[in-house]
């Protein structure tokens, strides 16, 4: 900012949701992320840094859900579940509307526990019925020798991330957010992609 002789607008952001990276290993990386929004009439100047930012691109959740089945760009697990999120609204006026009536309020901030089956993985989110909250899946995977399509026929309240590949996610969210806030719609990406 010193460098642009600017200031940003932090009053125009809106909190938007927070995740923690589930356990992946004794050597795996955790992250504790925070998302933002803002909205804006015109999209700003960008000024990759070519270190963390190498590239940009404005895309709908509609374009980004694309470009990731495609596999012209790659999201992580939070990232394609805020994506689908973004997708509950038809325009940006609806989405700014919905941050102004305080819908942002009751933030939720997931832990993911990590459930793995005998031919894949699954990202189980709070409210799931599978979600154990017990501390020793912080540091565990859960697991089952059952395939993933068993564990998902035997169950009926889901809010979780099926990961069958790295460019194939499939969302299944059948319970309602406990606050203002709104959830993702179900979403399934063909297995043959």
Known sequence: CAHLDCTPDIWALHDWGGWLTPFTGPSGRRYDTAFFLCCLSEPPPVYPDLTEVVSYQWSSPSEATES????????APPQFYEIRRLGNFASLSDLHKFCLDGASEE???WLPITFLT??????????????????K??????????????????????????????????????????YKHVYPKTYIISKSH
């Open 118 to 135: 005998a031919d894949g993985m699954l990202e189980l989110l709070p409210g799931d019925e599978l979600y154990l909250e017990d501390s």
């Open 137 to 178: 899946f912080l540091e565990n995977a859960m697991s089952t020798g059952k395939k993933t399509e068993e564990i998902m026929k035997e169950g009926k309240i889901f809010h979780r991330l099926v990961l069958h590949s790295r460019h194939v996610y499939n969302l299944h969210v059948t319970l309602q957010s406990k």
């Open 68 to 75: 990731f089945i495609s596999k012209e760009i790659w999201f």
């Open 107 to 109: 933030m939720e901030r």
